[in-house]
């Protein structure tokens, strides 16, 4: 059976900072690509960030280039999202998808999805 699971959301106070993980199982994820997405309520769901299958390429959206950092670990079948300097703005539910999308950003070009992790900035 196919799974992601997603981890590692929390509470955190405006410049702190948080690892997301997405953890999958039922197969391997580095013959995927796997994005971060993310959606606020009353908003779209948006994307966050993204890690290439072919030769491990990353994306960010303009919001948080410079703050958050996207990798895998395939021996443990992993990807992670570090996220620093968070902001107010940055307050969600994260998900992470695995597809094979040829724009990274768009959510439904992606295949499968974890349930996503809610993260909270706020003092």
């Known amino acids: 059976q196919v799974q992601l699971v997603e981890s590692g959301g929390g509470l955190v106070q405006p410049g702190g900072s948080l690892r997301l993980s997405c953890a999958a199982s039922?197969?391997?994820?580095?013959?995927?690509?796997i994005g971060w997405f993310r959606q606020a309520p009353g908003k779209e769901r948006e994307g966050v960030s993204c890690i290439s299958s072919s030769d491990g390429s990353t994306y960010y959206a303009d919001s948080v280039k410079g703050r958050f950092t996207i990798s895998r670990d395939n021996a443990k079948n992993t990807v992670y999202l570090q996220m620093n300097s968070l902001k107010a703005e940055d307050t969600a539910v994260y998900y992470c998808?695995?597809?094979?999308?040829?724009?990274?950003?768009?959510?439904?070009?992606?295949?499968?999805w974890g349930q996503g992790t809610q993260v909270t900035v706020s003092s």
């Open positions: 998808a695995a597809g094979g999308p040829l724009r990274w950003y768009l959510h439904q070009e992606y295949d499968y």
């Open positions: 039922g197969f391997t994820l580095d013959y995927y690509a």
